[in-house]
Structures are given as structure tokens and as C-alpha cells.
């Protein structure tokens, strides 16, 4: 792989912006999404347009693709924030999954705080909890104690704030 802020790297990157506005090659652009994600090119500063070319590409891998360039969109969806129904279904999809980078990535998109406080993914969870699945229940409790250390984390700074403004308030009487 080639270093960034080299020659080749650049020469690779517009390579991959080229296919990705390939409109006839929908395998060309889902390869170009994939190495794009592979090489972190999509955290880069795209132009405006190239940034569209990608997400277009995400959505149509999500549409379109097979198992795992579906679930490689949808965590890069994640990753931007873009969340929606299908989004967590395929992340859903593969939890309990036999690759442990999959599982991992599956439990972080999950645990995302905008994901937390979402009813619809916590009644699937439960209704995932079911399965006989060893591998999808361990994953379920795990994400289950992330959002609770999240939630126990939110109420230490909840509390931070409600002491320091009743200090400031304590300050403003006395004077």
C-alpha cells in the first residue's frame, strides 16, 4: 500500500474517483467503494462530488450488493452517521458472525450513542436474544453493558454539571 501524501497514492486515489463515476459498471464501482474504504481514502477530504459518487455507491452496495458489500456500506454509513432501518438491519445481520473483525465492527456501529436510545433496534435485540446462537446472544449482552457504561458515563457528566451550577449559583448569592 502506498504511503499517503505520495505520488502513487494520489494516482491511486483518482483512479478510484474515475470508477466510482463509472455509471455502466456497478462491479467497477463497488470494487472502487471497496478500496477506497480499504486505503481510509473516504475519510479523506473528498471534493463535493466525489463525496456524492461514494455515497451514491454506499447506497447502491447496500441495495444491490451481496452479504459483504452490503455490510461493508452499512458500516461505512456508521461511520458518517447516515443511519437508517436498513443500515441496522444489516449490521443486525451479522452479529454472531464468525469473523471477529465483523463482530467487532457489528458492535461498535451498534453502540453508537445516536443508535441508543432507538426503540425499534432495541426490540429487534430482544427478539435476536432469542436465537440459538451462542455467538448473537454473547454479542447482544456485550453491546447491552456498552450502553450501559455509556449511559453510566452520561449521568457522571449530568451530575458534574448540575454540582457546578449549583456552586456558581451558591457564588452569585453571596455576592
Known amino acids: 500500500m502506498p504511503q499517503p501524501h505520495t505520488f502513487e497514492y494520489r494516482v491511486i486515489m483518482k483512479t478510484l474517483m474515475l470508477a466510482l463515476s463509472e455509471d455502466d459498471e456497478q462491479s467497477l464501482r463497488f470494487e472502487a467503494a471497496n478500496l477506497l474504504i480499504s486505503l481510509k481514502g473516504h475519510r479523506k477530504a473528498l471534493s463535493r462530488w466525489d463525496r456524492i459518487n461514494f455515497q ?66 432495541f426490540s429487534k435485540l430482544i427478539d435476536l436474544s432469542r436465537n440459538t446462537s451462542w455467538k448473537i446472544r454473547e454479542d447482544i449482552v456485550e453491546l447491552l453493558t456498552r450502553w450501559v457504561e455509556n449511559f453510566d458515563k452520561s449521568l457522571e457528566i449530568s451530575k458534574d454539571i448540575e454540582i457546578n451550577s449549583a456552586e456558581d449559583d451558591k457564588k452569585i448569592l453571596t455576592m
Open 56 to 121: 451514491n455507491t454506499l447506497e447502491e452496495m447496500l441495495q444491490h450488493g451481496v452479504e459483504n458489500e452490503k455490510f461493508l456500506a452499512a458500516a461505512t454509513c456508521c461511520e458518517f452517521g447516515k443511519i437508517n432501518e436498513d443500515i441496522i438491519d444489516v449490521i443486525l445481520s451479522r452479529l454472531g458472525d464468525l469473523d471477529d473483525f465483523i463482530r467487532l465492527q457489528c458492535l461498535y456501529c451498534l453502540s453508537l450513542p445516536i443508535l441508543q436510545n432507538t426503540q425499534s433496534l
